[in-house]
């Protein structure tokens, strides 16, 4: 079992940038391929953005692709979240999950999620 805490939300304005830490804890971080989600209030928590268990693949969904990049360091059993450009349209609490299957976009094949963090973009 892993556990993972989410940091690095808060507010920032259209155009900024935030980057957001997943820290974890447990069983060994570099099992784990690792991704973000987000949820939007009244709407679903989408896929953002996953990587492999070395970091040597990434993959983003299309609306976040060219602005975000997703990163691990398994020696600080940490992964990060670099949001530029970001839009008011990001606004959702972003959450981080480790699963056991590399490439994964959907929810189920995650099995471990932190609390979620708030990123709030005005505009």
């Known amino acids: 079992q892993v556990q993972l805490v989410e940091y690095g939300g808060g507010l920032v304005q259209a155009g900024g940038s935030l980057r957001l830490s997943c820290a974890a804890s447990?069983?060994?971080?570099?099992?784990?391929?690792m991704g973000w989600f987000r949820q939007a209030p009244g709407k679903e928590r989408e896929f953002v953005a996953g990587?492999?268990?070395?970091?040597?693949?990434?993959y983003y969904a299309d609306s976040v692709k060219g602005r975000f990049t997703i990163s691990r360091d398994n020696a600080k059993n940490t992964m990060y979240l670099q949001m530029d450009s970001l839009k008011p349209e990001d606004t959702a609490v972003y959450y981080c999950?480790?699963?056991?299957?590399?490439?994964?976009?959907?929810?189920?094949?995650?099995?471990?999620w932190g609390q979620g963090t708030q990123v709030t973009v005005s505009s």
């Open positions: 999950a480790a699963g056991d299957t590399e490439w994964a976009t959907v929810q189920s094949q995650y099995r471990y």
């Open positions: 447990g069983r060994t971080f570099s099992y784990y391929p």
């Open positions: 990587l492999s268990r070395t970091g040597g693949s990434t």
